[in-house]
């Protein structure tokens, strides 16, 4: 028989998911619209976030009310601890995402270099966290860190060709920003989704592998080369 | 012979690199029946001096008749004996026939899950453990009083009301008393029966505190049903069932990743 608690908690991972999906098509959303110029999917991206904003509160509320009535200890307990935490990194990547939505209005460049790419590979990583969260895989938690490191890798390409575009012709100056911006939030989100998949290692196995040297980038790419 | 539990409470680094420390209860595959009632099964552990062992487990799992062992309460049992093993306390088999089982109830001494102070004035209640041990100083026995009043957390509150009836006094503080009167005979290790079960919160909060402080001095064994308690107030759990210890760690372990199902399902109110 499962007990009230048990269900209260399988409505908590349901409603962690659904937040997690939207945050993961608001994202796909807002490069599609940036690359296509759809300014209504843009508006769209945008009024998603309160939507994500909400289901952060009622997280917040509804775990919060569980700590207090049923004290839970273990797996119990380091599911709640990572709902809330792991609620907050999508609530953050609900905000990239707009913040993409956003400047799509203002960006006016006909080449967004490695930008279509990391929309790719955000929207894989979000993905493959959410997964895990549902059914726990260290290794494509590690997997999700590698990749993390081709963003980086991305991003760092963007913040060269813009520095050529705007050494070129610096009248671009300004659409350029926008890119720059738009890239820096993909690597955000990124770093969002490594975040939840780190807070999924503690969920299941209770190991804190956030600061742990050997998870580090630096040590990442050490061990790639 | 099941291996014994002896994770260690936690040390700093420093210590844990100097010689390990020697438990002051060892606990080797002992069985204990009441008549043909086996009640614990190969039990083997270790506590060490100056951590709090919190004993949890359903009702029935052997936890109070284990603690009960520890200063031989369980003499008083009709029919009450230890199938095999052996309980030492600093390296003295306290079942050994040479053992004063005074001596050891004094070393080791008792706290109850109801309060049962004497129908005496508060200080005689704390004064009666060193009367009977022969200490005539009326200046020791003040002192004595005074000392193990103040330890117990409840000197400020009693202090000018010496020799009124301790019936008079709250659940709690009747408790506290009682944890006075046996700091009194100085203890080197105190058994906790459910302590605070019949207290409210306050009084609750108030034994807890002062079991935090006591643990600076003395090796405490507690047995609750309380897990936040168990949580709040001890360095390592022992979770036992059926009579068997299933699990001993570190309570941060215990209450946050468990090595087994059994404690799991326990601590999480699946079961028990």
């Known amino acids: ?225 | 012979m099941q291996e014994a539990i002896t994770t260690s409470p936690e040390r700093s680094p420093s210590t844990d690199e100097v010689d390990p420390i020697d438990p002051a209860i060892r606990i080797r595959d002992l069985d204990f029946l009441y008549g043909s009632n086996q009640v614990i099964h190969n039990v083997s552990l270790d506590i060490f001096p100056k951590e709090v062992m919190a004993f949890i487990g359903p009702s029935g799992c052997g936890k109070s008749t284990l603690l009960r062992c520890l200063n031989r309460m369980n003499d008083l049992v009709d029919g009450a004996r230890i199938g095999k093993g052996s309980i030492e306390i600093h390296g003295v088999d306290v079942h050994d026939k040479s053992v004063d089982v005074i001596e050891l109830r004094k070393k080791v001494g008792m706290v109850f899950q109801k309060s049962n102070p004497f129908p005496k004035s508060i200080y005689q209640n704390v004064a009666y453990g060193l009367q009977i041990q022969g200490v005539k100083s009326k200046r020791v026995v003040d002192q004595k009083v005074e000392e193990s009043l103040r330890k117990a957390a409840l000197w400020e509150e009693v202090k000018d009301r010496l020799n009124e009836n301790a019936y008079g006094l709250s659940g709690g503080q009747q408790q506290r008393l009682c944890i006075a009167r046996t700091l009194a005979v100085e203890p080197e290790i105190i058994l906790m029966d459910e302590p605070c079960s019949a207290l409210d919160p306050v009084a609750t909060g108030r034994v807890e505190e002062l079991i935090l402080e006591l643990k600076h001095e003395y090796t405490i064994v507690v047995v609750t049903h309380n897990m936040q308690q168990a949580g709040r107030i001890s360095d390592r759990t022992a979770f036992f069932y059926l009579g068997k210890l299933i699990e001993c760690d570190r309570t941060k372990k215990i209450f946050l990743n468990p090595s087994k199902q059994q404690t799991e399902d326990y601590i999480s109110g699946k079961f028990g």
């Open chain 1, 1 to 225: 028989m499962t007990t009230q608690f048990e269900h209260n908690l399988e409505n908590l991972k349901s409603k962690l998911l659904l937040m997690g999906q939207l945050a993961s098509d608001s994202v796909q959303g807002a490069i599609k619209a940036l690359l296509e110029g759809d300014s209504v999917l843009a508006l769209a991206v945008r009024a998603k976030d309160e939507e994500i904003d909400e289901l952060e509160n009622e997280l917040s509320e509804e775990v919060t009310s569980c700590l207090s009535t049923h004290a839970p200890v273990a797996s119990d307990l380091r599911l709640l601890v990572s709902i809330i935490k792991i609620s907050h990194e999508i609530e953050r990547i609900g905000d990239e995402a707009k913040a993409i939505a956003r400047r799509s209005r203002k960006t006016a460049t006909p080449d967004f270099h490695r930008i279509p790419k990391m929309g790719e590979i955000a929207r894989e990583m979000i993905q493959d966290a959410l997964s895990i969260f549902v059914e726990y895989d260290e290794d494509k938690a590690k997997a999700i860190w590698t990749c993390d490191l081709e963003v980086d890798q991305l991003h760092k390409e963007n913040n060269q060709f813009c520095q050529s575009l705007v050494e070129k012709d610096p009248t671009t100056t300004s659409s350029v920003f926008e890119v720059l911006f738009i890239s820096k939030s993909l690597e955000r989100v990124c770093d969002h989704a490594v975040n939840i998949s780190k807070e999924t290692v503690f969920m299941a196995t209770s190991r804190d592998v956030r600061h742990a040297p050997e998870f580090k980038k630096s040590a990442l790419r050490k061990e790639l080369d």
